[in-house]
């Protein structure tokens, strides 16, 4: 198999962890004065919160060596920039609660595109993508503190897409999605920096266009919003949830900003828990919008992750970037990127397990009040893969410019 360019790069980048770490992928974690150094904290030695901070970065160490001493295991938990974070700030960065709500029925809004849920007669798909190289993923961003995945994982989305089938560099900016985009049914948070989903923002983005990210810039906070979003109805109303959680092709309507301001003609939400879908839309389309369990995401430094309970809590929104295979390792994965700053991960992605069976390794989310919940919605959803990853899949349609 010819493999990609990144993964490449990723092989590069694990001997040279693995010549770090030695032969059992372990070394020694730094001094908590030394940890506090490098990532610029202000604690005061003797202060109750540098007390604290300590205790936190000590459990965290101790859990990173415990799961470094699993065998035959595929990654490595390391140190990072979140490993003094409470529990309860890991969970507002991860910020992110899904679109589980009332269905009724399969597709809304029909499109004369062809749904990624029709596969009869469909092409073969490749053994490995990657759209690592293009220049909207070249740059790792960074939400902060701000539970505002699910933008940046919309805008990615957008600018990736838009650069493969439009072909220009246009960028987009989540701090307008995380100022405008209205929560009505507290669809994954209140809103903004609470949480939201993908489908409100790229229904918001087809709806009224999307300001480029040198305009609005992000803060990592919740502003005002500078549209007048009552002069084509709101977003996220009584009328447009049912709609909006439903599968299929959602397509631009005669108001819609997004077709001439750049191209955007519908989104789509994949069918649910489907493997080849997931896979056909990558190949197809382009990056991919996610939806993952994360909670045991943050002490993960390289490999292929597998570490996911198989009830997983969907809570986090990513970018599906490519899929591959790792012959070292022997195991396939889902190439994901994060938004947890380039010094996360294998500098801001992680590969997670894949396995050809992932439609039938499901288990059950029992708390989509926590995690994937819309005012009304299930008591509890099927989710299947590792992490959940084939649960809910969201990527926009752009008009394709030859």
Not at 130 to 151: D, E, K
Not at 315 to 342: C, P, R
Request: aromatic share 8%.
């Amino acid at each position: 198999m010819v493999r990609t360019q990144f993964v490449l790069e990723l092989f590069a980048l694990q001997i040279a962890i693995g010549d770090a770490f030695g032969p059992s992928g372990r070394r020694p974690a730094p001094a908590f004065t030394s940890f506090i150094q490098q990532y610029n904290r202000e604690y005061r030695e003797g202060s109750d919160e540098y007390d604290h901070r300590r205790a936190i970065y000590e459990k965290r160490v101790n859990e990173a060596d415990q799961l470094n001493l699993r065998p035959r295991r595929l990654w490595t938990a390391g140190i990072n920039h979140l490993t003094d974070w409470t529990d309860e700030e890991l969970r507002r960065l991860r910020g992110w609660k899904g679109v589980a709500g009332p269905r009724v029925g399969t597709v809304s809004r029909h499109s004369a595109a062809m749904s990624l849920r029709q596969t009869a007669r469909a092409s073969p798909l490749p053994e490995e993508i990657s759209w690592a190289h293009l220049n909207a993923t070249s740059s790792i961003r960074n939400q902060g503190s701000c539970g505002s995945c699910w933008a940046i994982a919309s805008v990615l989305s957008l600018e990736a897409n838009n650069e493969i089938h439009q072909k220009n560099g246009r960028t987009f900016s989540a701090q307008e999605l995380v100022n405008c985009v209205p929560n009505n049914h507290h669809c994954g948070g209140s809103g903004g920096c609470d949480g939201a989903t993908v489908e409100l923002a790229l229904d918001y983005a087809l709806k009224y266009g999307l300001s480029d990210n040198a305009d609005t810039p992000y803060a990592g906070v919740d502003l005002k919003c500078s549209k007048d979003l009552s002069l084509l109805g709101g977003v996220g109303g009584t009328d447009d949830l049912e709609k909006i959680v439903a599968a299929g092709v959602h397509s631009a309507s005669e108001n819609s900003q997004g077709p001439s301001a750049f191209g955007l003609v519908g989104w789509e939400r994949l069918p649910e828990n489907r493997y080849e879908p997931l896979m056909r839309a990558v190949v197809e389309h382009g990056p991919v919008a996610v939806s993952v369990s994360a909670t045991a995401w943050s002490s993960y430094m390289q490999g292929i992750f597998d570490h996911c309970d198989t009830d997983a809590v969907i809570d986090h929104a990513v970018t599906l970037i490519g899929y591959g295979k790792d012959d070292d390792l022997k195991e396939k994965f889902w190439l994901i990127q994060n938004s947890w700053g380039s010094d996360w991960g294998e500098h801001g992605h992680i590969r997670i397990l894949r396995r050809d069976s992932d439609e039938t390794e499901c288990g059950v989310d029992h708390q989509p009040d926590v995690g994937t919940g819309c005012d009304g919605g299930p008591t509890q959803v099927p989710v299947c893969g590792m992490c959940g990853i084939l649960y809910d899949s969201v990527v926009p349609h752009f008009a394709k410019v030859e």
